[in-house]
């Protein structure tokens, strides 16, 4: 059976003269059959005209055509919910949890790792230098070094959907959709955990994720409102190459069994 990949992004430009930018109003994608892919289509459209961020001036669908034996399956990761007060406990949680994934690949030298010292203190100054790029930072915990060849762009993972998802949805499942991105992500080469914040203003929820974690939804990681968002690849340079784990994260393609 050969199934069709759908990508959707729509934009508005902002400001004017040299202040002028692209300002990313939605995104989609899906792995469907040819039999739905009109259909899908036509949801992505209503999405990107109806966003709360605005109307754009660009939308771009785009139809690849992908063989099954291309396709990996994936069990999606376990799930657990944290419940917090406010968004500040909430990211206190995010970074505690970060901190737990990066220090338990290397135990045994702990904090003695100059890379990784200070490296509780640079969380929150690297999350905010991820809310204007359209895709993910891939900082690499064995140098301190940032790893996108491109830092304003950053790294998008891609080709990834839910296994035997027939759900035709002009809105977004915010939860589904981040599922299967985290569950790709953790099975990167080389990838040791992901942290996300929504950059919907409508949606405060975030989460960390990786293999050894699982899923760790975060309740609420921002202020009602916000716009801002962002999200880091934390990868370790000694497991793999970085060109490895941007090749899986970008072109494998993936569907995700969720149970």
């Not at 990508?7 to 899906?30: L, T, W």
């Not at 899908?40 to 709360?52: D, N």
């Not at 754009?56 to 419940?83: G, M």
């Not at 759900?167 to 599922?179: G, L, M, P, R, W």
Request: proline share 3%; hydrophobic share 35%.
């Amino acid at each position: 059976m050969d199934y069709y990949s759908l990508k959707m992004r729509a934009s508005q430009q902002i400001g004017e003269g040299d202040q002028k930018r692209e300002q990313h109003i939605s995104g989609a994608e899906r792995i469907v059959s040819r039999e739905a892919v009109e259909a899908f289509c036509s949801a992505m459209a209503r999405r990107a005209l109806t966003h709360s961020k605005g109307d754009p001036d660009f939308i771009n669908i785009k139809i690849e055509k992908v063989c099954e034996k291309d396709i990996q399956i994936l069990k999606t990761l376990p799930v657990t919910r944290v419940d917090v007060d406010s968004w500040q406990q909430g990211l206190d949680k995010a970074f505690e949890l970060i901190d737990k994934a990066v220090f338990s690949c290397h135990p045994r030298e702990g904090g003695n790792l100059g890379s990784l010292k200070d490296f509780r203190k640079k969380i929150p100054e690297l999350l905010r230098e991820t809310f204007p790029m359209r895709g993910a930072m891939l900082y690499d915990i064995a140098t301190g070094e940032r790893l996108e060849p491109d830092h304003e762009r950053g790294v998008r993972a891609t080709y990834m959907d839910a296994l035997r998802s027939s759900d035709v949805e002009s809105q977004k499942n915010h939860f589904n959709e981040a599922i299967v991105l985290a569950t790709k992500v953790a099975n990167a080469p080389g990838m040791v955990a992901e942290l996300c914040i929504s950059d919907d203003p409508e949606y405060v929820t975030g989460y960390v994720a990786s293999k050894e974690l699982g899923y760790v939804r975060i309740m609420k990681m921002k202020e009602m409102g916000d716009e801002n968002g962002g999200r880091i690849f934390l990868f370790d340079s000694r497991k793999a190459k970085a060109e490895e784990c941007i090749e899986y994260l970008q072109k494998k393609k993936v569907l995700v069994n969720i149970l």
